[in-house]
């Protein structure tokens, strides 16, 4: 299913009533939230290209986007986001998801960078300094999720020496999984240059969130692969499709569907798969076809919102769109913790700190422009400085600055 041919809207009294009308609807969202999303109306849905010719939300009287819950967000929202495809609704994100887990004691992947595998190398722990930069994030992902995170960046890693990464991945026993029976370990790790959770529990958390937020949709990427062969990958897809079947969108969807269409078929993941491993199976979207995420390598903030902005002018609109508000330090900057904008770094949090406020900032700023805005994504996105406004409520007010899209007939 796709999106229909666009029509422009003019500002006539019609079209203004039926704007406000709009808008009263998600006051009233935000007053009770017991009030179920209005199911759209039968007939095609489409975005209007002249935006100036459009009553946008940010001219009406709204709710506060920090008086709506995180964790219920886009359910909040329906009445604003449900016609809207996937691609054009305003996510965030956060980068390498899974590192929240990573701690000195844990083992250098088969990613980690030259530098580190001199000094480390693989089946060590990769020690304090390590995991300082390598933990993008200190929220674990039901936490991420409950905090208004719906993009998740997911990196596994295939390990085969298990005896080894118990013993350094965890101070006592392993975690036992819900239940109290132990976890099955597959050898397939969350992974950024150190080895964290496994897929398993990470996915656990994933679907125990799902099932307690029946209407909140996510997207979640997995996106890269070390040290996979073919038996490895049919592993991890067993482990997703175990874990999260019935919640997940079929690769029948695409981007250009709706909030109101996957919801409405019970669909609330979007597992997107960067392998040609996905081709042809019914339940994961294959990578190349459905998600664009150009990548820079940069520690200068300046062209990195210099990339984005160039890079928001060319998207492509029938894709999902990701960018990384993410510096990426130098090693330099590792080993002697300076940046000339920012000296005495000791962690990726730390740099994070200066960073994420600043990228937010950006963020906020684009309210002309929203429409090419989808998914932003964050190393440890709870970052702010004073009163600035954080990632999720600037993400909430984003969707709601949305010109509103028209209804067609059948």
Request: include cysteine; glycine fraction near 8%.
């Amino acid at each position: 299913m796709g999106i229909g041919n666009s029509r422009e809207r003019n500002s006539s009294p019609d079209s203004l009533r039926h704007d406000l009308a709009s808008a009263e609807t998600v006051l009233a969202l935000d007053k009770d939230p017991s009030l179920s999303p209005q199911q759209p109306p039968p007939g095609q849905r489409t975005l209007v290209k002249n935006a100036s010719s459009v009553t946008s939300m940010s001219s009406l009287n709204l709710p506060n986007p920090s008086q709506i819950p995180n964790d219920c967000w886009m359910e909040r929202l329906a009445n604003v986001i449900g016609p809207q495809p996937l691609a054009q609704i305003v996510l965030p994100g956060t980068h390498h998801s899974g590192s929240y887990s990573i701690t000195e004691n844990s083992e250098v992947g088969p990613d980690a960078p030259t530098l580190l595998q001199g000094l480390h190398p693989q089946h060590t722990p990769g020690g304090p300094v390590a995991a300082a930069w390598a933990r993008t994030q200190t929220r674990d992902v039901y936490t991420q999720l409950d905090e208004g995170i719906r993009y998740l960046d997911l990196r596994v890693a295939f390990h085969s020496s298990l005896d080894d990464i118990m013993e350094h991945l965890f101070d006592d026993d392993p975690p036992a999984a819900e239940g109290g029976e132990s976890h099955e370990f597959e050898g397939l790790f969350v992974s950024h240059s150190l080895l964290g959770a496994t897929v398993e529990l990470v996915l656990a958390q994933i679907r125990r969130w799902l099932d307690a937020h029946p209407r909140e949709l996510i997207v979640v990427d997995f996106q890269k692969f070390e040290n996979f062969d073919d038996m490895a990958h049919a592993k991890l897809v067993g482990l997703i499709t175990d874990s999260l079947s019935s919640k997940m969108a079929p690769a029948s969807f695409g981007p250009t569907n709706t909030y109101n269409e996957l919801i409405g078929r019970g669909c609330q993941a979007v597992v997107v798969y960067g392998d040609a491993f996905a081709e042809g199976h019914g339940l994961l979207w294959p990578r190349s076809k459905s998600l664009f995420c150009p990548e820079i390598a940069t520690h200068k903030m300046d062209k990195l919102e210099s990339f984005c902005n160039e890079q928001l002018a060319k998207r492509p609109t029938d894709k999902l769109f990701v960018l990384e508000m993410a510096l990426t330090p130098s090693p330099d900057t590792i080993v002697d913790g300076d940046m000339a904008e920012w000296p005495g770094l000791q962690s990726l949090e730390s740099l994070a700190g200066k960073v994420t406020p600043q990228a937010v900032g950006w963020l906020s700023n684009m309210s002309k422009r929203v429409g090419g805005l989808n998914v932003v994504s964050f190393d440890h996105y709870s970052a702010k400085q004073n009163d600035s406004v954080t990632l999720v409520d600037t993400v909430k007010r984003l969707n709601l600055q949305f010109p509103f899209y028209s209804r067609g007939s059948e």
